[in-house]
């Protein structure tokens, strides 16, 4: 069974329904990041700036180096990825990451976008809907 690590934003509420439609598909689905919450990153910032620390310091302060472990392992054991939009910087340089480390990865549009961007060419491809972006995993990663 192949995993995929599903990349997107705390904010996104597809995330748990597209990684149950791709469950069901038979794949190991990695979205364990997404229960911290919506407002995780804007509770870690305020702790940090409440203690004094700008970003770079927080950075380099424990919780940020656990849940950058955290995801980072994920990644590291998963067989591919996918990216559901929108999502913001992290996604991307998540979804950068595996594809650099030689990773298939998907992107999931809420549909045509507004602004086309050449370098989702890195993708291994682009889809429209989570009925496309299943039915062309199973074909190719099951």
Same mark, same amino acid.
């Given at each position: 069974? &192949?995993?995929?690590?599903?990349?997107? =934003?705390?904010?996104?509420? #597809?995330? +748990?329904?597209?990684? /149950?439609?791709?469950?069901?598909?038979?794949? *190991?689905?990695?979205? *364990?990041?997404?229960?911290?919450?919506? #407002?995780?990153? *804007?509770?870690?910032?305020?702790?940090?700036? =409440?203690?004094? $620390?700008?970003? +770079?310091?927080?950075?380099?302060?424990? /919780?940020?180096?656990?849940?950058?472990?955290? @995801?980072?392992?994920?990644?590291?054991?998963? *067989?591919?990825?996918?990216?559901?939009?929108?999502?913001?910087?992290?996604? $991307?340089?998540?979804?950068?990451? /595996?594809?650099?480390?030689? &990773?298939?990865?998907?992107?999931?549009?809420?549909?045509?976008? @507004?602004?086309?961007?050449?370098?989702?060419?890195?993708?291994?491809?682009?889809?429209?809907?989570?009925?496309?972006?299943? @039915?062309?995993?199973?074909?190719?990663?099951?």
């Amino acid at each position: 069974m &192949k995993t995929i690590y599903l990349i997107g =934003s705390l904010r996104n509420a #597809e995330i +748990p329904r597209v990684a /149950a439609y791709l469950r069901e598909a038979g794949f *190991d689905v990695f979205d *364990d990041w997404h229960a911290a919450g919506p #407002e995780a990153d *804007d509770y870690w910032q305020a702790y940090e700036k =409440s203690r004094g $620390h700008d970003f +770079p310091a927080a950075l380099r302060g424990y /919780a940020a180096a656990n849940v950058f472990a955290f @995801d980072h392992r994920h990644l590291e054991r998963s *067989d591919l990825v996918v990216l559901v939009l929108p999502a913001g910087r992290s996604g $991307h340089l998540e979804f950068g990451y /595996a594809v650099g480390r030689g &990773k298939p990865g998907y992107i999931l549009l809420e549909g045509e976008p @507004d602004r086309f961007d050449v370098m989702y060419k890195f993708a291994t491809d682009v889809f429209f809907t989570k009925e496309k972006l299943r @039915d062309t995993l199973t074909a190719n990663h099951s």
